[in-house]
């Protein structure tokens, strides 16, 4: 008897831990969404969008920031904040994800990750192949 209730006592405590585990690991994942949206979920998002080169690029030294304006998917236009370093090939860059949150109206991102165009895609486009037979 005293057994069986060491067990349930254990086993209530390990789902409860997993629950709490489950909740918070839900709360700071967001998963791709649009700035609109990120915005609103107050949670750790991915954007997927494009840079638009007319607003042009800055990096603050002093901060060591580098900031752009991107527009999301969905047409959506805002300020992002990387503290970091300008990636390499960002201006040729086909799509961009940026990793953060939101606030304030700007996003704030500790990762991106570019999409440059690929030398193959230009060789099918162009109708070149590297393979040979």
Not at 93 to 98: F, G, P, Q, S, T
Not at 108 to 126: E, F, G, H, T
């Amino acid at each position: 008897m005293r057994r069986t209730i060491k067990l349930a006592l254990g086993g209530v405590i390990a789902a409860g831990f997993t629950a709490l585990l489950l909740v918070n690991f839900g709360k700071s994942v967001g998963g791709y969404m649009d700035f609109a949206r990120a915005e609103s979920s107050g949670a750790r998002a991915h954007v997927v969008g494009f840079w638009v080169p007319e607003r042009g690029t800055r990096f603050d030294l002093a901060r060591a920031e580098f900031s752009f304006w991107m527009r999301d998917e969905m047409g959506n236009l805002r300020r992002v904040v990387y503290a970091g370093p300008k990636p390499a090939g960002f201006e040729d860059a086909e799509r961009i994800v940026v990793e953060g949150r939101m606030q304030e109206g700007i996003f704030y991102a500790d990762r991106i990750l570019i999409k440059c165009p690929s030398k193959y895609n230009d060789q099918v486009a162009s109708g070149r192949s590297t393979t040979s037979m």
